[in-house]
């Protein structure tokens, strides 16, 4: 059974930066994207940034180009969002997830109309003054 664990998060200033950690098991292909998402209560999750397990492509949303940058490392699985220059509105729940067989713009932009999609438990980020 494909599992996430997802790990970082916390609070920070205006400015400053947190690394998000994603680790995937138990995925029987390596054709999967993997990314993060966020939500802040009363609006839709939105994909932030997503990335190939196959290849190096990767998807970031406007409100992060610049400031963002995914990565993964294949031997351990894992898969990290670098959060530079973090603003307030950046405040929310971010979630890890997985699915197979995704296009990575897909996953982060269609996630809600595909298969299974494999999530984590979700974690908080706070940036204020």
């Known amino acids: 059974q494909a599992h996430i664990v997802q790990s970082g998060g916390g609070s920070v200033q205006p400015g400053g930066s947190l690394r998000l950690s994603c680790a995937a098991s138990?995925?029987?292909?390596?054709?999967?994207?993997i990314g993060w998402f966020r939500q802040v209560p009363g609006k839709e999750r939105e994909g932030v940034s997503c990335?190939?397990?196959?290849?190096?492509?990767?998807y970031y949303a406007d409100s992060v180009e610049g400031r963002f940058t995914i990565s993964k490392d294949n031997a351990q699985s894992t898969v990290y969002l670098q959060m530079n220059n973090l603003e307030p509105d950046d405040t929310a729940v971010y979630y890890c997830?997985?699915?197979?067989?995704?296009?990575?713009?897909?996953?982060?932009?269609?996630?809600?109309?595909?298969?299974?999609?494999?999530w984590g438990k979700g974690t908080l980020v706070t940036v204020s003054s």
């Open positions: 138990g995925f029987t292909s390596d054709n999967y994207a």
């Open positions: 997830a997985a699915a197979y067989d995704t296009a990575v713009e897909a996953m982060c932009t269609m996630y809600s109309v595909l298969g299974m999609v494999y």
């Open positions: 990335i190939s397990n196959i290849d190096v492509s990767t």
